[in-house]
T-cell receptor, first 115, second 113 residues
């Protein structure tokens, strides 16, 4: 079975600085997807970024980028130029390649952005 | 396009009572998923519908939980009778096709007293 681990229950960052959230996973499969979701307080969980395992290039979305290390089974999220609106619970998630597969989530990292 | 909507946003009931949660997926999304997050733990998969059919219900914790999606549109998740350990946040997600990213609703916070 696949597992996802987020070892940082809480993180904080100063506004405008950079923060990296860690995620490791365990799988025996070679093709899969990885995701970072963000859930602001009392708001909808939204997809931040996704990575296909077969792609060597790290995904980026504006200020959000990932460091995908397939051999190490590591998938960290870097947030550059942090903004107050980035404060949220961040979930790392794994999905098998097969269509319709469930998401397997980590425990989440609560990010605080300090002004 | 309206997002995934869930009702109610918060429900407080007593142990032994029945509660029904509802999820309206994004229009045209055949795939509908239920997940839940029990206090402080990871979000766990409950089940997956494709249209009105259950594709995978291996995550359902026990037979006190019943999910339906009659007509392949909205879905309901009924808990009967509710137990204390059922407290948590129940999320619904949908996708147009199974290989596309899942879009989540705000969740229903269920509190069992």
């Amino acid at each position: 079975a696949q597992t996802v681990t987020q070892s940082q229950p809480e993180m904080s960052v100063q506004e405008a600085e950079t923060v990296t959230l860690s995620c490791t996973y365990d799988t025996s499969e070679s093709d899969y997807y990885l995701f970072w979701y963000k859930q602001p307080p009392s708001r909808q969980m939204i997809l931040v970024i996704r990575q296909e395992a077969y792609k060597q290039q790290n995904a980026t979305e504006n200020r959000f980028s990932v460091n995908f290390q397939k051999a190490a089974k590591s998938f960290s999220l870097k947030i550059s130029d942090s903004q107050l609106g980035d404060a949220a619970m961040y979930f790392c998630a794994y999905r098998r390649e097969a269509s319709g597969s469930r998401l397997t989530f980590g425990e989440g990292t609560q990010l605080t952005v300090n002004p | 396009e309206a997002g995934v909507t869930q009702f109610p946003s918060h429900s407080v009931i007593e142990k032994g009572q029945t509660v029904t949660l509802r999820c309206d997926p994004i229009s045209g999304h055949d795939n509908l998923y239920w997940y839940r997050r029990v206090m402080g733990k990871e979000i766990k998969f409950l089940l997956h519908f494709v249209k009105e059919s259950k594709q995978d219900e291996s995550g359902m914790p026990n037979n006190r939980f019943l999910a339906e999606r009659t007509g392949g549109t909205y879905s309901t998740l009924k808990v009967q009778p509710a137990e204390l350990e059922d407290s948590g946040v129940y999320f619904c997600a949908s996708s147009r096709q199974g290989n596309q990213p899942q879009h989540f609703g705000d969740g229903t916070r269920l509190s069992i007293l």
